[in-house]
């Protein structure tokens, strides 16, 4: 009888034990943003002469997404929707102006920070991360402040500075007499590197948002230094190349467009422009420059994790909202729905998920990363979230995984990206069909095609049946 009671005693401890066993804490986020960033990073083979190596770096430690689309060619529907987890063709918002807050769809959703505000994160960041309105139900704590989200750049007292006509400061590049460290980015950096030194009483998410390499590309004369001009590389262009494109596609390249001065006149488009006035080595040396700096604003805040209590519980996403045009398609800047300004960059560090040094191929879409966070991090899932999450491609790389990606460009106009294809069907019914495993540069559309007809077909059944109106303006 005693030694029953003793067994039973046993017993009794072994399950306290195991009611009473210490669960790991809950993971950190670290959410990187860099604006207007294409595939001209060296991972991602977009310009031989790019330097990128903190960028480098923390894909070398992560899984790299080589094939991750926006939800939007422009910043802030490409945003709202990453944030929100919902894409443009459902909550209205499809241009920089609009308020979030003002779509029918969108007024009670819950953000990406909020989500993990609401279930007990601090949620806290600096820089670029929604595009105008800094949501007040998202942060704890925005720096500056949540009206001003970045501290102003300098820049020059006589734009613009590379002599072509343009109106207004986001089309100009050139050096300008500061240091880095008067820049905007690097004064985010070093805020959110503080907040890596600090200790907190719950689990956070930090939000860093780089601004640069959008325009203006006004940077200290270093980073332009280290790309000399006689020896830049210019992007591949097929002078022809628009000719086979719908005219709701030409119109989106800007080959012309409204002049301000005189109603009912043309002006050259950017690209026509910047060869009159030989300007495109210049364009091009002012990107990788901005490139350049925002990875070393980077790098300030990867070391500042890695030197942290944080490093071995703290997830890092990489995104950039979108790509960016600089000659392909005659076009620059982003606002189109070709593979240059549909392309970001994606990568996420997950300890105890993810391998260093993992490239995925499969196409994936930003609106993912919501879901893809929720799930990693144990919560409850968001059931309003379009995307889907990429939790079972991070623990296996080699699952199959053909979904395409849908990207949209305003009301009607769709982009959808598989593997291997490229399929868009614009608002008034024209179409475009690139073959992506010989046709890298969407230099000849097969939309026209008649053996194509199965592959448009397919492709087809992944476009809205309906969109939202355009709300919130």
Not at 88 to 99: A, C, L
Not at 283 to 297: K, P, T
Not at 335 to 352: C, D, H, I, K, Y
Not at 353 to 378: C, G, K, M, N, R
Request: charged content about 20%; some cysteine.
């Amino acid at each position: 009888m005693a030694s029953c009671n003793v067994y039973w005693l046993i017993f009794l401890l072994f399950l306290a034990s195991c009611t009473t066993k210490t669960l790991p804490p809950p993971p950190n986020i670290l959410f990187i943003s860099i604006d207007d960033l294409n595939d001209w990073v060296r991972v991602l083979k977009g310009h031989p002469q790019t330097l990128t190596p903190n960028i480098d770096r923390l894909a070398r430690q992560s899984t790299l997404f080589t094939h991750a689309y926006t939800a939007a060619p422009v910043c802030n529907p490409s945003r709202t929707a990453l944030l929100t987890g919902i894409h443009p063709f459902t909550s209205g918002i499809y241009e920089n102006k609009q308020s979030m807050r003002a779509s029918a769809v969108l007024k009670d959703a819950y953000t990406l920070p909020q989500y993990f505000r609401n279930h007990g994160y601090t949620t806290m960041g600096s820089g670029k991360i929604f595009h105008y309105s800094y949501d007040t139900l998202s942060w704890d704590q925005y720096w500056p402040s949540i009206d001003k989200i970045r501290p102003d750049d300098p820049e020059p007292t006589n734009p613009p500075l590379h002599g072509m006509p343009v109106y207004g400061r986001f089309f100009d590049w050139g050096p300008i007499d500061v240091s880095p460290a008067e820049m905007g980015d690097w004064q985010v950096a070093e805020w959110v590197s503080e907040q890596l030194g600090k200790e907190y009483d719950k689990p956070f998410f930090l939000a860093c948002g780089f601004y640069k390499p959008h325009l203006p590309w006004y940077l200290p004369q270093k980073y332009f230094d280290r790309f000399p001009l006689d020896e830049i590389v210019l992007p591949s262009v097929k002078e022809d190349d628009l000719d086979d494109v719908p005219a709701i596609g030409r119109a989106l390249a800007k080959e012309w467009v409204p002049n301000r001065d005189i109603p009912g006149d043309s002006v050259e488009g950017d690209h026509r422009m910047v060869l009159r006035y030989e300007q495109w080595k210049q364009g091009v040396q002012a990107y990788l420059a901005a490139i350049s700096f925002a990875d070393e604003c980077l790098g300030k805040v990867l070391n500042a994790l890695e030197n942290s209590s944080y490093r071995d519980n703290t997830i890092v996403v990489l995104w950039s909202d979108h790509g960016y045009h600089l000659g392909e398609k005659l076009h620059w800047r982003k606002s189109t729905l070709w593979e240059e300004a549909t392309r970001s960059l994606l990568m996420f560090q997950v300890p105890g998920v993810t391998q260093a040094d993992i490239v995925v191929p499969s196409p994936v879409s930003l609106v993912d990363i919501y879901p893809t966070l929720v799930d990693l991090s144990e919560l409850p899932p968001n059931p309003d979230l379009q995307g889907q999450s990429l939790k079972p491609l991070l623990k296996n790389p080699a699952l199959d995984w053909e979904q395409p990606v849908i990207t949209t460009f305003r009301p009607g106009n769709y982009s959808i990206r598989s593997r291997h294809w490229r399929y868009t069907r614009y608002a008034d019914g024209s179409e475009e069909l690139y073959d992506h495993k010989i046709d890298s540069l969407e230099w000849k559309n097969l939309a026209t095609d008649p053996q194509h007809i199965s592959i448009k077909q397919e492709l087809a059944e992944w476009l809205p049946k309906e969109y939202t109106p355009p709300t919130g303006k």
